[in-house]
């Protein structure tokens, strides 16, 4: 694959709590782009009285949350204590380090539509182990241009620069495209990928639409996307993350041993994760598959 190829990835349908979802990282066919490693495209879907969008406490470790949403609210609560909604537009953004635990959960919303991204960063070894920290942002940097809406959730594009926690080189932008075409400038540093939220996005020769991840490569300064009504994606691209990587359910690692010791700690309600206040019951999973529990 030259530089310049794009290369479109299916996503795989998945479950979170009652939400169905479209994963377009990790997938066979990519597990990262720069240290971005989890994306879950969530709806659009309709709320009713009768259905469930809430997703009780579990922990994570050595990763970075990126809650993104479209419509629709979510209540996120930690076991640092935060309780924070997050709207449209606005960006919630969780740091786990060596441990937290979290819920989101609907703030009472019945009628409405939710839609949104969840996104994981990959921690580097530099902080992974290090303290967990939550940050939410109101309002980001938001740029207009020819035919183009750019919202600026983390890193920098063209001039502007989120303040949002960054651990690694990279950046994550909403492209809000009008029908027609846009221009962005990009770091030929970092490899790119997009994921299509609602309508048609024309990159190079290939039409992307929700249910893929379009892997745009690295070497690009710039790149032209085309729209013929209006389209919404995410951008995601950084410096290609060189450490290996172990994920199992909540938890990003680097060996199985890492992930057991997890495991155990949340099974047995170790502080290390600590508590979130929440009316939910805590979700907890079997042992990892490779792991011997002791009768
Ligand atoms: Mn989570």
Redesign the pocket.
């Known amino acids: 694959m030259t530089d310049h190829d794009i290369e479109i990835i299916e996503s795989r349908e998945a479950q979170v709590a009652e939400l169905r979802v479209r994963r377009a990282l990790p997938t066979k066919g990519r597990r990262t782009v720069g240290a971005w490693c989890f994306v879950d495209h969530m709806g659009p879907m309709a709320l009713s009285p009768d259905r469930s969008i809430d997703?009780a406490p579990?922990p994570?470790m050595g990763l970075q949350?990126v809650t993104w949403l479209f419509s629709g609210e979510f209540l996120h609560r930690d076991s640092l204590g935060t309780e924070q909604l997050i709207r449209a537009g606005q960006l919630n953004l969780?740091t786990s380090g060596h441990g937290i635990a979290?819920s989101?959960e609907n703030p009472g919303l019945r009628s409405g539509e939710m839609h949104g991204m969840?996104l994981w960063i990959a921690q580097p070894s530099l902080t992974r182990d290090g303290g967990s920290e939550f940050e939410h942002f109101d309002q980001l940097p938001v740029l207009e241009t020819t035919n183009l809406t750019a919202t600026v959730l983390v890193g920098s594009f063209g001039e502007l620069r989120s303040t949002a926690r960054r651990d690694s080189e990279l950046v994550g932008v909403e492209l809000d495209l009008h029908a027609g075409d846009a221009t962005v400038e990009l770091n030929p540093d970092f490899e790119y990928a997009i994921v299509v939220a609602n309508g048609s996005v024309l990159v190079d020769e290939f039409v992307v639409e929700p249910g893929v991840l379009a892997y745009l490569g690295a070497g690009r300064d710039e790149c032209r996307f085309g729209a013929t009504r209006a389209s919404r994606a995410i951008l995601i691209g950084g410096a290609p993350f060189d450490e290996r990587l172990f994920m199992w359910w909540?938890f990003v690692a680097r060996t199985q041993d890492e992930i057991a010791d997890a495991w155990r700690a949340w099974s047995t309600a170790d502080e290390r994760f600590g508590r979130v206040d929440s009316s939910f019951a805590r979700i907890d999973v079997d042992p990892p598959p490779w792991m011997s529990v002791p009768q």
């Open positions: 997703v579990h994570h949350t969780m979290h989101e969840q909540n």
